[in-house]
């Protein structure tokens, strides 16, 4: 009798050893955001308008997961590592920072928060990738855009942006950084783009207003 509850005690000891040796290993979760430096306000002048920016569109493997690029073909996303927000609110948000920042139109607001105005912006973001080169990782940013009016019956800009930048290290941190520059770089280009194309419809409607 005392043999047998020996062996069982020592079973049932070696079977709680097995479990903890198989238990899953945890990973802690950790949280990341962008935050790009708005750009500087160009020199022409702010746009007599309302400008109204929609939310912008990002493929599905664009979400909380950090998604990380080996190649063309090898792809993955980064375990225990998340964006607070998804890319596309990220983005959306940063650019219609950077447009107010900028003062390109009288008024520039959330599409939600203005459903009409004479100037729509609207757009999806092409890339937005840690990629993980054999010697350092960069910061792979692509957003395009298209502005017109209200109506949809004049296209004032099309146009891509794209931006890299290198991250200090190989890690989150560094790459989340890199990430901000990158994003700050297109939404900049975009910006200048953006009231460009307002002053220049501007000068048309004032041209035909005077014909």
Not at 18 to 31: K, S
Not at 93 to 104: G, M, R, S, W, Y
Not at 138 to 158: H, S, Y
Request: glycine share 6%; charged share 25%; proline share 6%.
């Amino acid at each position: 009798m005392k043999l047998r509850l020996a062996l069982g005690l020592a079973v049932a000891g070696l079977a709680a050893g097995c479990a903890l040796l198989t238990r899953p290993r945890l990973i802690p979760t950790r949280y990341y955001s962008i935050s790009p430096s708005p750009p500087e306000a160009p020199a022409g002048k702010t746009a007599p308008v309302t400008l109204a920016v929609r939310f912008l569109t990002a493929p599905s493997r664009y979400r909380e997961r950090i998604l990380y690029r080996k190649s063309e073909t090898v792809v993955g996303h980064r375990e225990g590592d998340r964006w607070v927000e998804p890319p596309d609110e990220m983005v959306t948000t940063a650019l219609v920072q950077a447009l107010q920042a900028a003062k390109v139109a009288d008024v520039v607001l959330e599409g939600r928060l203005l459903p009409r105005a004479d100037v729509v912006l609207e757009g999806s973001i092409l890339r937005f990738d840690e990629v993980q080169g054999r010697d350092q990782w960069e910061a792979d940013f692509a957003i395009e855009l298209v502005l017109k009016t209200d109506e949809g019956d004049r296209l004032l800009l099309a146009e891509r942006f794209p931006a890299r930048q290198p991250a200090r290290e190989r890690t989150t941190a560094a790459f989340v950084e890199a990430m901000s520059a990158a994003t700050a770089e297109a939404l900049g280009n975009a910006t200048k783009a953006v009231a460009k194309a307002l002053e220049a419809s501007a000068a048309k409607r004032k041209a035909d207003a005077a014909k």
